[in-house]
């Protein structure tokens, strides 16, 4: 469910999504290239870290990124784990279904960090809050990276 306020309009050119993958929900961000700008676009059920396929098909139709942004969980020393081999299971996923590239972002501590942001805007927030933030904030660092780049 898209955040209140929001300018964006689908088919915006040059967009892009962000996941914040999880086992029960993978949170989904949106992009924009030019202006750097992200948003919070929705929070997808998921079964051990299968997504909605259908709901995916629907937004990724309805948006029509030209990139793919997966969050990678590593380990506090930078080595990876279980979910994060399950995070590149995912990005694999996309890239074979929506032939479009995907890159991976080191998430570390982004969920608590969408807590943070959350409470300091004084909301009241739930998991599925949580998860869309946090996919904002590993879009923001992608594209944050990406301008760095030469």
Same mark, same amino acid.
């Given at each position: #469910?898209?955040?209140?306020?929001?300018?964006?309009?689908? #088919?915006?050119?040059?967009?892009?999504?962000?996941?914040?993958?999880? $086992?029960?929900?993978?949170?989904?961000?949106?992009?924009?290239?030019?202006?750097?700008?992200?948003?919070?676009?929705?929070?997808?059920?998921?079964?051990?870290?299968?997504?909605?396929?259908?709901?995916?098909?629907?937004?990724?139709?309805?948006?029509?990124?030209?990139?793919?942004?997966?969050?990678?969980?590593?380990?506090?020393?930078?080595?990876?784990?279980?979910?994060?081999?399950?995070?590149?299971?995912?990005?694999?996923?996309?890239?074979?279904?929506?032939?479009?590239?995907?890159?991976?972002?080191?998430?570390?501590?982004?969920?608590?960090?969408?807590?943070?942001?959350?409470?300091?805007?004084?909301?009241?927030?739930?998991?599925?809050?949580?998860?869309?933030?946090?996919? $904002?904030?590993?879009?923001?660092?992608?594209?944050?990276?990406?301008?760095? $780049?030469?």
């Amino acid at each position: #469910m898209p955040e209140a306020g929001t300018a964006l309009a689908p #088919m915006t050119p040059g967009c892009c999504f962000g996941f914040d993958f999880g $086992r029960r929900r993978i949170g989904l961000a949106l992009g924009e290239f030019l202006t750097g700008t992200t948003r919070g676009l929705a929070t997808l059920p998921a079964r051990a870290g299968v997504p909605d396929w259908n709901r995916l098909d629907q937004l990724l139709r309805e948006w029509q990124p030209g990139a793919l942004v997966v969050g990678l969980p590593l380990l506090a020393d930078g080595g990876e784990g279980d979910l994060a081999t399950a995070a590149r299971r995912f990005g694999r996923r996309l890239a074979a279904r929506y032939r479009l590239p995907v890159h991976f972002v080191d998430e570390r501590l982004s969920s608590h960090a969408a807590e943070a942001r959350l409470r300091a805007r004084g909301r009241r927030y739930q998991a599925g809050h949580i998860d869309r933030e946090a996919a $904002r904030i590993i879009l923001e660092t992608w594209l944050q990276e990406a301008a760095a $780049r030469p």
